[in-house]
Nanobody, 120 residues
């Protein structure tokens, strides 16, 4: 079993910055893609950013130029640095990961979410 634990969510003023972390633990042979999604009240979950094991990144249009995703493969951790935050960035942020387990099967996992609130 694999667990993803997010941290770093907080209340911040518009224009401020936050850094979220998501650490994976459990029986892990390798983590392939990792990413961040967010879900605001009354809205669908949307992609914030993703990163492959090789470091290739992809961003949602609304965060390009403001957010930066990175990962530390040795720590099985993915980060998202969020700058120039806007009230529209307010949401629960979830990390996800595609994990190769000891049975050589790849499974998709989600974290429990961390709240980010941006005040105007």
């Amino acid at each position: 079993q694999v667990q993803l634990v997010e941290s770093g969510g907080d209340l911040v003023q518009a224009g401020g910055s936050l850094r979220l972390s998501c650490a994976a633990s459990g029986t892990i042979l390798r983590i392939n893609g990792m990413g961040w999604y967010r879900q605001a009240p009354g809205k669908q979950r949307e992609l914030v950013a993703s990163i492959t094991s090789g470091g290739n990144t992809n961003y949602g249009d609304s965060v390009k130029g403001r957010f930066t995703i990175s990962r530390d493969n040795a720590k099985n951790t993915v980060y998202i640095q969020m700058n120039s935050l806007k009230p529209d960035d307010t949401a629960v942020y979830y990390c996800d990961a595609y994990v190769l387990g000891s049975d050589f099967a790849t499974r998709h996992y989600w974290g429990q979410g961390t709240q980010v609130t941006v005040s105007s």
